[in-house]
């Protein structure tokens, strides 16, 4: 059983940033893929970004050169700093432990099994 739990959403303008906080339960994290996904209302849950135990980071097209994953394996913790926030970044940030394969160094998500309550992002004027 892992539990996760998020924090450091709020309300931002337009080119600010934000640091979101995942605190993650269980004695196994540092082997977990954990990755931050992002629901809008109206609109699919969709991936953000991906760290492997080992530190390797995927992004989402949108996302990349303006968000960082990184992880504290020992802490227990996943991050995510966000950067040059835009209106279109708001939502609900939910932190998950990811699922996927990897193909040499090279990760691929294909899902995640399980996930925290969210924390809520709002970029606005």
């Known amino acids: 059983q892992v539990q996760l739990v998020e924090s450091g959403g709020g309300l931002v303008q337009p080119g600010g940033s934000l640091r979101l906080s995942c605190a993650a339960s269980g004695s196994i994290f540092s082997i977990y893929a954990m990755g931050w996904y992002r629901q809008a209302p109206g609109k699919q849950r969709e991936l953000v970004a991906t760290?492997?135990?080992?530190?390797?980071?995927n992004y989402a097209d949108s996302m990349k050169g303006r968000f960082i994953i990184s992880r504290d394996n020992a802490k227990k913790m996943v991050y995510l700093q966000m950067n040059s926030l835009k209106p279109e970044d708001t939502a609900l940030y939910y932190c998950a432990k990811d699922i996927g394969y990897y193909s040499g160094t090279y990760y691929s998500s294909i899902g995640y099994d399980y996930w925290g309550q969210g924390t809520q992002v709002t970029v606005s004027s």
């Open positions: 760290i492997t135990s080992g530190g390797i980071t």
